[in-house]
């Protein structure tokens, strides 16, 4: 990979994203006359370090809730900090010129989820695929149509297809459009979020071949945001384990499933399905993931841990590095150090 | 209804009102509790006819778990729908039978399903908030079930009800009884749909992906609480699903469905470990997790084809490394070279290694 002496591709140090409610104006009547109400406060993303460095694939894992997706939108600046930084190759993200900004921000997309919802309707692919190269002044208009019949190539699709609409491709073709689209602009770094949850096994099997190729051709960088074990264990160097806002541990993708440091890791990794034919006794993991709105005080995991220890319900145990590269919050690890 | 006595009793604990096997005084195991012979249901659209389901047949035991798998557009959903009398038009059942116990359900009066849908057959289906009424509190929607199917009192219903609650693991039943579907996390929506399909006790439970919509810590609970009722009860389940991994452990036989076929059954054993048909083989090895990390995986190329006007013979064959011109006619259901007893596919070229 990458020498260690380059700074990281991209690197967030300590960010944070509080979604707020604010107060409407009968509350605030209300508190006028003695109701206590308040501001209602997510803390989405709570002091998360990450850097991932040129060339690298780095899979984010995490239940629905735990603010890995706004993690991803936040890496890439679709979302503004609530706090903390972004840095691009060393240099600072933010407070950069508007038309510096928009340089760079075309060398970090990202490809949703759903194939259905995030390609327009009423816009026919070459217009999905092409308008932002030309609005961006990459390609001329003239050139649209070869560019994007290159791009759609690349992506495994037949460039006679581009005159027509997003509903008369299938799922996995849309897939393929919208991972298109992302490419168009040249990009260095892709957010995938939950890119092959939508697919059929075998169509997913194809998309991950797929990005595995283009990372080859095109060196690109990839934080691969991922429920699904599986698919993040096939596709990723690295791996960080997010719970409820914050990142309770992270390391080698081998480390992290050959020995889980982490209570909730290690619960994660025991429902990971395997395609045994072997009658198993499902053994659930107790409760479910808090809301996000009253995170529980001190290790978030605390009330659903196995191992939950006087500690854990007031103290909360810092991202604390455990072996070389691999990185660990759990207070076990103070004790039996 | 009749109270028959108590079959199942030394196995589990005496059940009120429990329907066994022995219902009607059938002799135990001697029939399978269900039967699908030859099911066809067919969609007549302005396009063209859409074979959803072609020609389908299975049988299910009572207390045994049949796993139905497939991609999107295989059928077995439709499937499902198809045994809960849920076809809507321009769908019809245009063949086959449907056997539950004694009675034919493909002949059967709107009036007769509607007394058996949520009594003897229930369904749980993918997303417990399109299930779930929003604008109902969760007692309302067990009640109106228990009331639909019994002449009990709306006490008696009530307690039911709560009992059903704690059976699939929610905490403080009574409050939740009074919440509103909103109110419920997804994982604790898809409990409620599951004690509303077990509220009357049913013979066969068909599940339509009810977990894929759920976070895999959800989803081991669900399936901790379904694997459990299903062998305190006895109750006989169709699990339908995209997820091998869920049904490797979960299923006793597998069906692997691909447009509107059944291509393979078996047990779950047979069908994983020897898979006979190149579309079974071609599913498992596309998994992630059974190939080496790092390394390309073994895709399936094309993609599923349309079910409007199907050409002739195995629809796998554009897709498969080992057709020959003899995939233009389709393929008998056959045993499977290797395997056991039950293990058959629909296919030319079986793998036989």
Known sequence: ?337 | MSEQADAMGAKGRPEREYRSAQREGDPVNVKPLLEVDGLRTHFFTKAGVVKAVDDVSFTLAAGEVLGLVGESGSGKSMTGYSLMGLIDPPGRIVGGSIRLRDSELTTLSAEGMRSLRGNRLAMIFQDPMMTLNPVLRVDRQMTEAILAHAKVSEREALARSREALVKVGIASPDERLMAYPHQFSGGMRQRVAIAIALLNRPDVIIADEPTTALDVTIQGQILYEVQKLSRELGTALIWITHDLSVIAGLADRICVMYAGRIVEQGTTEDVLTHPAHPYTQGLLDSVPSRNPPGERLRQIPGMTPSLLDVAPGCAFRERCTRATAICETMPDMLPAPRGGEGHAMRCHHPLAD
């Open chain 1, 1 to 337: 990979m990458q020498t260690t002496d380059k700074p990281p591709l991209l690197e967030l140090s300590a960010v944070s994203k509080r979604f707020v409610k604010p107060l409407d104006i009968a509350m605030q009547i209300g508190n006028l006359l003695g109701a206590h109400l308040r501001e209602e406060v997510v803390h989405a993303v709570d002091g998360v370090d990450l850097s991932i460095m040129q060339g690298e694939v780095v899979g984010l894992v995490g239940e629905s809730g735990c603010g890995k997706s706004t993690l991803g939108r936040l890496a890439i600046g679709l979302l503004p900090l609530s706090a903390g930084r972004r840095s691009w190759k060393g240099a600072p993200l933010d407070g950069l010129p508007a038309e510096r900004a928009r340089a760079l921000q075309l060398k970090m997309q990202m490809i949703f989820q759903d194939p259905y919802a995030s390609l327009n309707p009423r816009m026919r692919v070459i217009d999905i695929v092409g308008e932002a190269p030309v609005a961006h002044g990459l390609i001329h208009r003239r050139q649209q149509t070869e560019f994007v019949g290159l791009q759609l190539n690349r992506v495994g699709l037949d460039p006679t297809l581009m005159r027509r609409f997003p509903h008369q491709f299938s799922g996995g073709q849309r897939a393929r459009i919208g991972i298109a689209r992302a490419l168009a602009v040249k990009p260095e770094f892709l957010v995938c979020d939950e890119s092959v949850a939508a697919l059929d096994v075998s169509i997913q099997a194809q998309v991950l071949n797929l990005f595995d190729d283009l990372q080859s051709a095109l060196g690109l960088t990839y934080l691969f945001i991922s429920h699904d074990l599986g698919v993040v264990q096939h596709i990723s160097d690295r791996v960080l384990i997010m719970y409820l806002g914050r990142i309770v541990e992270s390391g080698l993708t081998q480390q992290i499933f050959h020995a889980p440091n982490h209570p909730y890791t290690q619960a994660l990794l025991a429902e990971v399905g395997k395609v045994e034919p072997k009658k198993r006794t499902f053994v659930p993991i107790k409760g479910e993931i808090p809301s996000p709105l009253a995170p529980p005080p001190g290790c978030h995991f605390h009330p659903r841990c196995p191992h939950v220890m006087d500690r854990c319900r007031v103290e909360s145990p810092p991202l604390v590095e455990i072996a070389p590269a691999r990185m660990s919050a759990c207070w076990l690890n103070a004790t039996a150090g």
